[in-house]
């Protein structure tokens, strides 16, 4: 595996590939975990070459959020990469990204403003903007990305299309702990006991997806039955439950079977943890 930490390096290299070898990115944040990993697996599949880029992408938080504490763990990441086989690992300065002078944002519009988009009003446009940055740099033919940050999936998916770029857009399971906590790098955070709580999302939103193929129910049910089921946990904060349509992210009054989307942000003591469902 190559490393490559400068923006013309890499960019030389995919143009050298480009019509003859196909190329398959993977974003991340790094502090690899096996979810990153398995989309790293089907970037594998999907192409001849795969990059998996490393970047903690600074304007996707916002001044109060964890950018200077978010994990990180090059060397081990590296290692991680290397016995999958991987054919590059991107690993951009924060300066050269985001040089004296920046000026540009890609910004997706209405599928931004609900979930995460409401608590964090920042966010998507930054990701929106390096991965914007990352597909001008690497021109993938495929970009992989994780079930487990499902609205950014689709404001990818969006934003490929809108801008007409050639990129197939590929979504990936999301991968979980044995007692069904979704894999993060902000798990390393949660102190003992507050991992063990952090179950309790998925378990409620299992438990709810259960009930929910039994019998049609309103979406006001479902939430008060996700709240409550939350509310048993002690030092649980829900940031935001919704029941939508998976396909745009409208709103329904009734779940109906078929391409529902249960998704939801908790805060486990400080640390926000979030998690989803299709049904
Ligand atoms: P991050 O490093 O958190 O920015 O995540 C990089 C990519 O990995 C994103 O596409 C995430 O959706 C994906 N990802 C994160 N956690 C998981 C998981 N538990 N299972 C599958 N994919 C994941």
Known sequence: MKIIRSIKKMQ??????KGKKTIALVP???CLHQGHLSLVKIAQKKAAITIVSIFVN???FAPHEDFAAYPRNEKADINKLKALGVDYCFIPKDSDMYPCGYQTVARVNNITTTLCGKSRPH??????????KLFGIIQPDFAVFGQKDYQQFLTIGVMAKD???PIKVVMGKIIREKDGLAMSSRNTFLSQQER?????????LHHIKKLCLKQNMPVKKIRSLFFSELSKHKGVRVDYFECLNANDL???TQYRRGNTLMAAAIFVGRVRLIDNIII
């Open 123 to 132: 966010h998507f446009s930054g990701v929106t903007t390096v991965v914007l």
């Open 28 to 30: 991340t944040m790094g």
């Open 12 to 17: 030389g290299i995919c143009v050298s590939h």
């Open 250 to 252: 409208s709103k329904m």
């Open 58 to 60: 600074p304007t996707q």
């Open 163 to 165: 801008l007409n770029l």
């Open 196 to 204: 063990k709580t952090a179950a309790c999302m998925s378990l409620a």
